[in-house]
């Protein structure tokens, strides 16, 4: 059972390329998230969705954007990237509730570089 | 502005000994708080989490404590093990499933 897929593990780029961050779950849950991790700052959320076709912003969005056009898939693109987004990104998935409290299942991460 | 204040930052406990890691919040709103565990290169995990109308959850070795007044929990970790060694995150769930987490705590379990 596979759970959150998240390619590419590593990668660097220069300052100014763009790229695309993959996720995929097979749960067939309908939430999904996009975090990244900064050293002793936890994480913080960048994107979420709540089923295909609908997106929102989190906390962080600034340089981001993200779609959602099925339920398995919810990429993560950067645009012009720069040295602030040097970051761990994690990708997640819950069920949906109306209250709350689904746990999330993260995938391994993408460690990305800008120099 | 921090909305889940997490400490320690690093803890260090013996084999055997109690592990306790606090955090505190302000949005009243938040109705849902879990613990994740997080192993190096690898994405947090559930490990146990409590709603608001519970004063304490146990779940085997892990405990958590929670005080809605003075909007503060804990995680008790018992009979601390090399295992459990890991990055533990408080979080808090706002409208829409979405975690607010903690710093982080670096817990070091020496044998």
């Known amino acids: 059972n596979a759970g959150v897929t998240q390619t590419p593990k590593f990668r660097i780029l220069k300052i100014g390329q763009s790229m695309t961050l993959q996720c995929a779950q097979d749960?067939?849950?309908?939430?999904m998230y996009w975090y990244r991790q900064d050293p002793g700052m936890g994480l913080k959320l960048i994107y979420y969705?709540?089923?295909?076709?609908?997106?929102d912003k989190g906390e962080v969005p600034n340089g981001y954007n993200v779609s959602r056009s099925t339920t398995e898939d919810f990429p993560l693109r950067l645009e012009l990237a720069a040295p602030s987004q040097t970051s761990v990104y994690f990708c997640a998935s819950s069920y949906d509730t109306p209250t709350g409290g689904m746990p999330q299942h993260f995938g391994d991460g993408t460690r990305l570089s800008i120099l | 502005q921090q909305q889940v204040k997490q400490s320690p930052q690093s803890l260090i406990v013996q084999k055997g000994g109690i592990s306790i890691i606090n955090c505190a919040y302000e949005n009243t709103a938040f109705d849902y708080f879990p613990w994740y565990q997080q192993f190096p290169g690898k994405g947090p995990a559930l490990l146990i989490a409590i709603r608001p109308d519970v004063s304490e959850k146990k779940e085997g070795r892990f405990t958590i404590s929670f005080n809605k007044s003075a909007k503060q929990f804990s995680l008790h970790i018992m009979d601390s093990q090399p295992g459990d060694s890991a990055t533990y995150f408080c979080a808090a769930v706002e409208y829409g499933n979405k975690l607010v987490f903690g710093a982080g705590t670096i817990l070091r379990v020496k044998s």
């Open positions: 749960m067939n849950h309908n939430y």
């Open positions: 969705s709540v089923g295909a076709g609908i997106t």
